[in-house]
């Protein structure tokens, strides 16, 4: 635990120093310590917090909550108003609408890692045709800007470090291969190119891209995304659950990291298994 708080603060520290614009050194002396002590707190090196009373120097000089630095709200500004930690959207037709793309954009633009459950499997790994097949019954879908932000996204994990992990279920690929259940009207051919798209993908991206195939006869997930350590959504079918407090997203990242462990392929294999999928399509 202390590790994680030293970790939140070592970012946020570093974040609130990138905004003052002033040198190491010179914000060092703006809360009254030497540039030695702010390297070795800023250094992953180290296992190190503030004092008590740095940190309120810190708090009130830079405007921002000590429980903010702490990692203990999303909150960032000291005495701003309490807001619902867990927040009911409704409208929500679609498990990757406008405001999921948001979402996606914001973290994606932080730098934070995203790690999904999707209802079928990540859309960015999914060929126009497929997509344009799913979303067909989605009327409040535009299943064009569905089908430009699937490909822009996975042009920008080709062209960068972006870090993706998705936890999805082997029956829910076998059912795709087999062409079974919402798949039973997509061609064979269609479902058999896009396992070797996804499986050359796979491999082409990892490990940036991990994906992690669980076994349903043992685990179950509804749909669910983390974006990084500020928000973390939970899809039922028309509502979002939007978790923005602290606890909550942990709790959602340590039931991640459970599926993870329960993953019967692992992420270096999923190229070969998707490829073996393929060839069984008939």
């Known amino acids: 635990m202390r590790r994680q708080v030293v970790q939140i603060f070592r970012e946020r520290l570093a974040l ?48 921002v909550s000590v429980d903010w630095l702490l990692g203990l709200t999303s909150q960032e500004r000291p005495g701003a108003d309490v807001v619902e930690q867990v927040r009911v959207e409704g409208q929500a037709g679609s498990p990757t609408d406008d405001r999921f793309l948001r979402w996606y954009a914001e973290a994606e633009n932080a ?3 995203i790690r999904t459950v999707p209802r079928s499997f990540p859309d960015f790994l999914k060929l126009a045709d497929v997509i344009a097949y799913e979303y067909a019954g989605w009327p409040e879908i535009d299943t064009d800007a569905s089908v430009r932000w699937a490909q822009e996204r996975l042009a920008s994990m080709r062209s960068s470090d972006l870090s993706q992990e998705a936890c999805l279920s082997l029956q829910g690929l076998q059912v795709f291969a087999r ?64 978790f923005t407090a602290t606890k909550h997203v942990r709790l959602l990242n ?25 060839r069984e399509v008939t």
Not at 20 to 47: E, K, M, N
Not at 212 to 232: C, E, I, K, N, W
Not at 256 to 278: E, G, M, S, W, Y
């Open 111 to 113: 730098g934070y890692p």
């Open 254 to 278: 340590q039931r991640f990291d459970d599926l993870i462990r329960a993953a019967v392929v692992q992420p270096a294999d999923v190229p070969d298994l998707l490829a073996a999928l393929a």
């Open 179 to 242: 062409g079974e259940g919402q798949w039973s009207k997509l061609p064979a051919s269609l479902r058999r190119e896009q396992l070797r798209a996804m499986s050359e993908t796979c491999r082409a991206l990892y490990p940036g891209l991990r994906v992690h195939p669980f076994d349903l006869r043992h685990t179950y997930s509804a749909p669910f995304t983390v974006f990084g350590p500020q928000r973390a959504i939970l899809y039922t079918g028309g509502l979002f659950f939007v």
């Open 16 to 63: 609130v120093m990138q905004r003052s614009h002033l040198t190491p050194a010179a914000f060092a002396r703006s809360l009254g310590i030497d540039r030695s002590t702010l390297s070795q707190v800023l250094s992953p090196s180290h296992d190190r917090l503030l004092r008590a009373e740095t940190l309120a120097v810190l708090s009130t000089r830079y405007g």
